[in-house]
């Protein structure tokens, strides 16, 4: 039975239903360690042929990775890192079998693995991971959005220099964390120099979790919430959002 | 207990991002005749931009013409509240001089804007002219730096002349990308292509990428010089 438990949900943004095209968001969640939870989110680049393609590959592929690792704390990093190069490595060979361009199955990815006691994070590209600690219940955001210069840019698992841009953190002492993509930025963010938690966006979610009883039904309340209107019009872009919480301390 | 999409509350005041972009107008004596169809142009961007809900708050532009000397015509401003300036014939053609200036004011934005937290995308330099540069003692030094900041991807320049243009000289400039020839009397067309563009820029998302419409199609306003 594992301490930690993980609901979420992805949904097609209104831009990409209007157009016919797929979702190109995806996110997988697994066990991690006997106690722990992982999850990992994939955002597909709007200009790739095949970005849902990619974005399905690398979260399922990195969460199967992280669902077979170590699970020590002084390990993580290096678990990390060995999970996103098994998902680079998954969506390369899915370019190959399709016999496309790796880049046309190109997609950001944000990853996390929870503890009893510590969490850690790999991140590459958009998207962000906002925490709660555990003694005070504070909001910190444990990872920022990255990308370059211009606010169309970003990094991907396909770019050349991906391990350069890909950050791994580890954080002690949170009880709960929340991953969002892109899509759900501008909604849940305050946007500044690295940005913020915007708190009346996370701290109702982060008390939802005590009401949670039926996975699938906090599953479907997530889903209700990315499909609601404030949030479709926030963004035209698929929105996922995963939260990860310890229920046994 | 209620619904969660009742209880989230979604932030919406964060400052839309910003597409900064330079309209450098040749303004010197031989360009009298074409000046109403470029006042005409810019009225008609205007127009485009702020019918637009997205583009009006986005899209910041600032119009600087050369024509005997460089001039700014105010500050980059929001499309929302965009006026055309007022323009008159006179003088040579300080295009370097223009250039630069385009630069420096660029520079300072992106300045402001990282100051104030306002994300952006990369930002345009739309050139228009009917000759060739007379500040020729500076032309080199522009051509440098125009040339480096395309390189380091600190903006895209574009450039058009009509068909009395020096394309040589232009084609110095980006040695990636081709000078346009502005088909004769499609001032019109070519402004409405710009306004497309910047819609299309101003709502793009992380990994978009956004393709400008072939000005040079059967169709288009443009040719590419022979």
Redesign the interface.
Known sequence: MSAWQVVGASVRGPDHAREGSPGQDAWARGLFGGRGACVCLC??????SH?EVGARVVADAVVAALAEAPAGESAATETLRRACAAGRAALLQRAADLAVAPTAL?C?LVAAVCMDGWVAVAHL??GAVVGRRADDGELALLSAPD?G??????W?VTSAAWATHLRIGVHDEISALCVVT?GCQ????????RGSP?A??FA??F??TA?VSDLAAADA??L??LD?A??R??SG?DKTLAIAWLTSP | ?S???D?????????E?RQPLVLLVDTSSSMTNDLPDVAAGLDGLRGALVGDPVARNRVELVVVTFGGRVTTHGDFGEAALFEPPPLSASGDTPMAAALTQALDLLEAKKLAYRRS??????PLVFLLTDGEPTDMARWPEAVRRVREAERD?KLVLLTVGTSTASFPRLAELCPGRVPLRLKEAQWASMFQWLSRSLQA?SR???????PLEDPTGPRGWGTLPS
């Open positions: 955002d597909g680049a709007g200009s790739a970005a190109a950001t590209g958009d990308r210069e211009y606010v169309n840019e970003t991907f892109d501008e909604a849940s963010l305050v946007r500044g120099d915007f009346p966006f109702p979610l008390d939802f009401e309340e997530v209700r919430l609601g404030a949030m019009g926030s872009d | 207990m619904a969660l999409v209880r989230v509350r979604v932030n919406d005041n964060n400052r991002p937290g306002l994300d952006y995308y990369r991807r820029r793009s998302r992380p990994g978009d990428e956004v």
